[in-house]
């Protein structure tokens, strides 16, 4: 699709320049389309990953994220067999200037990279992110090298996280006996045709502390581009509130009391904080009085109403910025 449109475009910027003419552009585009230069070359060829399920939404602020900006602070670099292929690279990147890159050489290795612990949050729905451009050692559908990703929870030992894949490209095949130490294994293999996402699904693992490995294996023949991760995130995903039921002040009350104190429903799940809206006019659209980040389902205000009718509202707010609709709308009257 990329170069669907770049041809186009660099066509377009050479009209008047050696007999170039708008129509020779229209036929530049024709000859791409005919080929379908802009069709998905097949389902899941080159799959994305939304952050979280529909449905739910990526909460802020992250609870790991890795651009590789910044250097490789915080990561662990082993080699069970050969030399670390671990290291920063600057060719093949998704955003910044950096990713990390392991080198599928003319070397037997077994080659891994791992992160410091993160504690998901008990009760919580976690979520792994993070994309990822590879070209292993493959011949046909006999894959001699590839990566793995693996998890450790409360230091209880390494385990395969394909158990908890939830979206994007899965592991392709299994690494072919042989001379790769990881003969046998599923893996991420062959070619990833450019930059992919892998999404897990951590809710298994909530409450415990969290590692995450990638871990390379190569045999000592053929050497390609090896394995390139950028933009690794580990985050919630939350839903929207109910929307909250209001208790009082009642509908239609009079009060003597300038300072009402705002009572409603607990909304539920993923509740972030709430927002109360107070006007004198039932369509709120005269500058409401309006009190935000309210992390209880109780409220006082702090400064008196004048005499007269009011109208109130509330609606209650995730993690991710995700409003419920708003409450029904109670009226009351301060003498």
């Known amino acids: 699709l990329d170069l669907h449109n770049v041809l186009y475009q660099a066509c377009?910027?050479?009209i008047g320049t050696k007999g170039i003419i708008p129509a020779d552009c229209n036929e530049v585009r024709d000859a791409t389309v005919a080929v379908e230069m802009n069709q998905e070359p097949g389902v899941n060829f080159n799959p994305d990953a939304d952050y979280c399920p529909e449905g739910t939404f990526r909460a802020s602020p992250d609870l790991f994220y890795e651009d590789?900006?910044?250097?490789?602070?915080?990561?662990?670099?082993?080699?069970?067999?050969?030399?670390?292929?671990?290291?920063?690279?600057?060719?093949?990147?998704?955003?910044?200037?950096?990713?990390?890159w392991a080198n599928d050489s003319y070397e037997k290795t077994i080659s891994e990279a791992a992160i410091k612990g993160v504690h998901l949050p008990p009760g919580s729905k976690p979520f792994l992110h993070f994309s990822h451009l590879f070209s292993f050692d493959t011949s046909g559908k006999t894959?001699?090298?590839?990566?793995?990703?693996?998890?450790?929870?409360?230091?209880?030992g390494w385990k395969d996280a394909e158990p908890l894949f939830s979206a994007g490209l899965n592991y392709g095949g299994t690494i072919a006996y042989g001379t790769n130490a990881l003969n046998g294994d599923p893996a991420?293999?062959?070619?990833?045709?450019?930059?992919?996402?892998?999404?897990?699904?951590?809710?298994?693992?909530?409450g415990k502390m969290v590692r995450f490995r990638w871990s390379l294996g190569t045999?000592?023949?053929?050497?390609?581009?090896?394995?390139?991760?950028?933009?690794?995130?580990?985050?919630?995903?939350?839903?929207?509130?109910?929307?909250?039921?209001?208790?009082?002040?009642?509908?239609?009350?009079?009060?003597?009391?300038?300072?009402?104190?705002?009572?409603?429903?607990?909304?539920?799940?993923?509740?972030h904080h709430y927002q109360l809206q107070v006007a004198s006019d039932l369509s709120f659209a005269s500058n409401p009085l309006t009190y935000n980040k309210i992390r209880t389902s109780k409220y006082a205000l702090a400064k008196d109403l004048l005499?007269?009718?009011?109208?109130?509202?509330?609606?209650?707010?995730?993690?991710?910025?995700?409003?419920?609709?708003w409450s029904t709308v109670w009226k009351f009257t301060i003498q």
Do not use: Q
């Open 12 to 14: 377009k910027n050479k």
């Open 68 to 100: 590789f900006e910044s250097g490789t602070d915080g990561w662990g670099f082993e080699a069970l067999v050969g030399a670390v292929a671990w290291d920063l690279s600057g060719e093949n990147v998704l955003s910044g200037k950096n990713s990390l």
């Open 143 to 156: 894959y001699y090298d590839g990566g793995i990703l693996a998890y450790s929870a409360d230091a209880n």
């Open 188 to 206: 991420f293999v062959g070619d990833s045709h450019g930059f992919v996402d892998s999404r897990y699904d951590l809710t298994s693992l909530a």
């Open 219 to 271: 045999d000592a023949y053929d050497s390609v581009l090896g394995w390139y991760i950028d933009d690794i995130r580990v985050y919630l995903c939350v839903a929207i509130p109910s929307m909250p039921s209001l208790i009082s002040p009642a509908n239609n009350v009079t009060l003597i009391s300038p300072r009402p104190v705002f009572d409603w429903s607990n909304s539920t799940p993923d509740l």
């Open 307 to 325: 005499p007269g009718t009011y109208y109130w509202r509330v609606r209650a707010y995730n993690a991710a910025g995700k409003a419920s609709a």
